[in-house]
C-alpha cells in the first residue's frame, strides 16, 4: 500500500509538473512551430500534441532536465511528420530549409530584424485581419497561456463566444496568409499599437493574474518585459515603444514585494519598497527619457501610465509619493484616453490628495458604468473609502462583493480577510 501511495504521488507530482511547464513554455513553443508549419491553429495543436506525449511518459521516466526544450523538441518532430505527410512536401522542405534538421532559424533576411519567433507570433496575432476581440482572445490562449474558460472570465464573456473567436481568429490567419514574420515599413507602423497593446496585455496577466491559484505568473512578465525590450532596439525612434518598455521595467522592479513568501498578495501602501529592485527601476527611467525624447507631439497612452509608475517608484514610503502630480496625469490621461478603469485609477490617486469622501463620489458615479458592472475593483476600491471614513459595515459587505466577482483565488482570500476585519 504504502508503494502504491508512493507512486501515486509521483504520477501527480508528475502531472502537475507537466501542466506547470506547459503553462510556461506554450507561447515557445507554439511560436517554435509556427515558424514550421506557418499556421497556428496547427502549431497549437501540435503543441498540445506534446504536452499529452508527455503527461503519457514523465511520470513513467522522470521529469526531463530541460523540460521546456524537450516539448519544443517533440513538438517540432511532429511538425516534420506532419509536413512529410502533405503532398507537397518537396516544397515546403525548400522553403524551411535547415528547420527540419537544425534548431537554429534561417538568418534575418533583414538588417533590422529580430530572430525571436515569440516576437514574430505577436505580429502575427495582431494581423489587422482579426478584429480587435479576436486579437486579444487568440493573444491570450497562444501567448497567455489561458484556457477559454479563462479568457471568459476576464472579459466576462460566454465562454462559448471566446471559443469561436479563437477558432474564427486561427481560420482567418490561415484563410489570409498571414505571414510569420516581423514586417517591415508601413506594415509595421499599422500593427505597432495593437502589438504594444498585446504585449502589454502579456504582462498584465503575469503581474496580476485574472484566474487560477496564483497572483503572479512571473515567466510571462519576463517573456512581456522582453519582447518590449527587443521591440524598443527594433523601432528606436519610436516614443510609445520605450514608453511601453518604461512602465514594464518599472512595475517589474515591484514584483519581489507583491507578495508574501507564500504568495499572498501585498497591497501597494504595505510593500517593503526596499524590497523594489532599483536596477530594472533605473532601466526604466532610462527608457522614459528615450521615450520623451523621442516625442513631439502630446504624450501617448504608455508615456502617461509610465510617468505614473515613474512618481510611484520614486517614493521611497508610500506616505511620500507625489499624489497631485499623479491626479494631474490622471486627468490627462482621461481626457486623451478615457476609460472607466482609468476613473477609477484616478478615484484613487484623488481620495490620497482630497480625501475618501471626495473619491467615494467619483466611485459611485462609475457604478452604473457597464463595463465595471461586474468589475471586482470597483467594489475593492469603494470598500477600501469606506473603510477609511469609518463606515465598517459597508466596507465588509463591499470587499466580500469584490471577492464573489474575483476569479484569482489569492485575490479572492485576500478580500475576504478584509471583508472580516473588524
Not at 472570465?153 to 460566454?158: C, H, I, N, S, W
Not at 477609511?388 to 482570500?413: C, D, H, K, M, W
Request: hydrophobic share 45%; with cysteine; aromatic share 6%.
Amino acid at each position: 500500500m504504502e508503494r502504491q501511495l508512493t507512486n501515486a504521488s509521483l504520477t501527480a507530482a508528475s502531472r502537475t509538473a507537466v501542466e506547470t511547464v506547459f503553462r510556461i513554455e506554450s507561447p515557445r513553443v507554439v511560436a517554435t512551430v509556427t515558424r514550421l508549419v506557418r499556421d497556428v491553429g496547427i502549431a497549437e495543436e501540435l503543441a498540445q500534441d506534446a504536452l499529452v506525449a508527455a503527461l503519457e511518459q514523465w511520470p513513467r521516466d522522470g521529469v526531463p532536465d530541460n523540460p521546456g526544450a524537450w516539448l519544443t523538441a517533440t513538438a517540432r518532430r511532429r511538425a516534420v511528420d506532419l509536413i512529410r505527410r502533405r503532398e507537397v512536401y518537396a516544397r515546403k522542405l525548400a522553403e524551411i530549409g535547415r528547420d527540419l534538421t537544425e534548431t537554429a532559424p534561417p538568418p534575418p533576411d533583414e538588417p533590422d530584424d529580430f530572430d525571436d519567433d515569440v516576437l514574430r507570433l505577436v505580429f502575427m496575432t495582431c494581423h489587422p485581419v482579426l478584429t480587435p476581440d479576436a486579437r486579444t482572445a487568440l493573444t491570450l490562449r497562444l501567448l497567455g497561456g489561458l484556457t477559454t474558460a479563462e479568457i471568459a472570465r476576464a472579459y466576462l464573456a460566454p465562454e462559448p463566444t471566446v471559443a469561436q473567436r479563437v477558432v474564427r481568429a486561427k481560420r482567418a490567419l490561415a484563410a489570409a496568409n498571414v505571414p510569420f514574420e516581423v514586417p517591415y515599413g508601413p506594415d509595421r507602423a499599422v500593427r505597432l499599437a495593437s502589438v504594444l497593446d498585446v504585449i502589454y496585455l502579456i504582462f498584465n496577466e503575469g503581474y496580476a493574474a485574472t484566474a487560477g491559484d496564483d497572483w503572479l505568473r512571473p515567466a510571462l512578465c519576463e517573456d512581456a518585459l522582453r519582447l518590449a525590450r527587443q521591440l524598443a532596439a527594433l523601432m528606436p525612434k519610436e516614443p510609445e515603444v520605450h514608453a511601453l518598455a518604461a512602465l514594464l521595467e518599472f512595475q517589474a522592479a515591484r514584483t519581489p514585494a507583491r507578495t508574501t513568501p507564500d504568495g499572498t498578495p501585498v497591497l501597494l501602501c504595505d510593500q517593503n519598497r526596499r524590497r523594489w529592485n532599483r536596477a530594472l527601476i533605473a532601466r526604466g527611467i532610462h527608457a522614459l527619457s528615450r521615450a520623451n525624447s523621442a516625442t513631439t507631439g502630446p504624450p501617448g497612452r504608455y508615456t502617461l501610465q509610465a510617468t505614473i509608475a515613474a512618481c510611484h517608484t520614486h517614493a521611497y514610503t508610500y506616505d511620500e509619493t507625489d499624489w497631485p502630480t499623479i491626479v494631474l496625469l490622471y486627468d490627462a490621461l482621461a481626457a486623451r484616453f478615457p476609460s472607466p478603469v482609468v476613473e477609477l485609477n484616478r478615484a484613487v490617486a484623488v481620495s490620497m490628495t482630497d480625501g475618501p469622501t471626495a473619491a467615494l463620489s467619483l466611485v459611485d458615479t462609475l457604478a452604473a458604468e457597464p463595463a465595471l458592472r461586474d468589475y471586482h475593483l470597483l467594489p475593492s476600491v469603494r470598500g477600501d473609502l469606506l473603510h477609511r471614513l469609518g463606515r465598517t459595515a459597508e466596507a465588509r459587505a463591499e470587499f466580500a462583493r469584490a471577492a464573489e466577482l474575483a476569479a484569482n483565488t489569492r485575490e479572492r482570500e485576500l478580500l475576504l480577510r478584509r471583508a472580516e476585519t473588524p
